[in-house]
């Protein structure tokens, strides 16, 4: 059983058990433009929710990727430095950034369904 | 934030709006950032077909005076006495201190009259500088009734040519008279691309005209501010108030060659101590190209480090070079550690990154070269 949590960041966070999977939405991509350089975290890396776990830069600007939960880096989608646009063109697939054992599965009420977001997100354009 | 309703716009702001542009505050301006097609996209676009660029904030003027080319050069180290009609001349505006106030593109239409264009953060204060330093001398005229396209990538020539026809021979630099489909335009076959290209003066009237039908013929696409800046970093041109500004001045800033053998001899231009000195013994820091040895790039106020961790300078300038195809940069260092070759490290995210001094530019320039 699986289930995608977003943030207001632009975040998305797919469930497995006790194991989550992180990358930035559809969205974020479109605002972003074309991706040319992802730094992703560690294994073993421990980020906190709201923090700092990611690195993301188009041609004109650097953004930073948000850990949407606390917890420790399981895995570095270490495809993406190689290859950055996999983001652009499948952000919510292979251009995912990295997986995170959750320290705090309850810090996941705070985050919004799809439904929410999708409201989110139309009310920003 | 800035207050949308407070900004200007150009003449072309309903077409870039119909076109899917992205605006953005610039300069006080409303411009287009990028258009559907992207920054890389219309980056790599312009170098190998053509843009076209809204560069109608930049500010244009007319300066009349019976002497109008001695006047200019007490405030620019420009040789201007030399140019013949339609030569243009890039130089800078200087103050007392030998720093620049602003980068400017001279043309000279005739013996007591040059066409100007400048920054458009800097206009305002560009022509009241010289209105009134050459009080008496020579009269300034604003011309914000004045669009101002460039037209840029190396098939621009074969596609202003289908217009005006004498375009395609047009020296790199000169500038001349015409007429667009009717319309009475100033063309320049200069830019800030690196490319071959043009900048196409026309009235703010028939600015949609042109650009429309510019843009329906075959290969030319809307480019955005995006493309526009890492089109000139990859050339390794100056963006004012990033790479100079009035705390470089011209051999800091790596642009002594805008400054001829006539007015080092004479002087004559505000700080003209100061920079002839600095000429024959150099100044203390340089203007450089920085290369990134990884895949990161180096932002704007990067800092620069010699191998030892002492701050060496900065960087002015940085991001991804499409065409380049890695990250690009450039920036002020200590001119002990100017020479190409020379590594540093950049401090990117509080990690020490490294990267080596070039020459500039990244990517050759292509300027039209007569056969």
Known sequence: ?125 | MTDADSLKSTPLNDLHIALGAKMVPFAGYSMPVQYPLGVLKEHLHTRTAAGLFDVSHMGQATLKGADVDAALETLVPGDLKALTPGQIRYTLLLNDAGGIIDDLMVTRVDSTTLYLVVNAACKDGDFAHIATKLKGRATLTRHDDAALLALQGPTAAKVLAKFIPAAASMPFMTGTTGHFDGVPVRLSRSGYTGEDGYEISISNASAEKVAKALLAQPGVQPIGLGARDSLRLEAGLCLYGSDIDTTTTPTTAALNWVIGPRRRAEGGFPGAGKILGEIKTGAPRKRVGIKPLGKAPARAHTEVQDGNGNRIGEISSGGFGPSFNGPVAMGTVDSAFAKPGTQVQLIVRGQALPAEIVSLPFVPHRYFKKQ
Do not use: C
């Open chain 1, 1 to 125: 059983m699986s289930e995608t949590r977003f943030t207001k960041d632009h975040e998305w966070i797919k469930i497995d058990g006790k194991v989550g999977t992180v990358g930035i939405t559809q969205f974020a991509q479109s605002q972003l433009g074309d991706i040319v350089f992802v730094e992703v975290p560690p294994a073993g890396k421990a980020v906190k929710a709201g923090g700092e776990a990611a690195v993301v830069e188009s041609v004109k600007a650097a953004s930073e990727v948000y850990s949407p939960v606390t917890g420790t880096v399981k895995e570095g989608n270490n495809a993406l430095p190689d290859a950055p646009e996999t983001v652009n063109k499948d952000p919510e697939g292979a251009g995912w950034f990295f997986k995170i054992d959750l320290a705090n599965p309850s810090e996941l009420d705070g985050l919004m369904d799809k439904a929410a977001y999708d409201k989110y997100v139309a009310e920003l354009s």
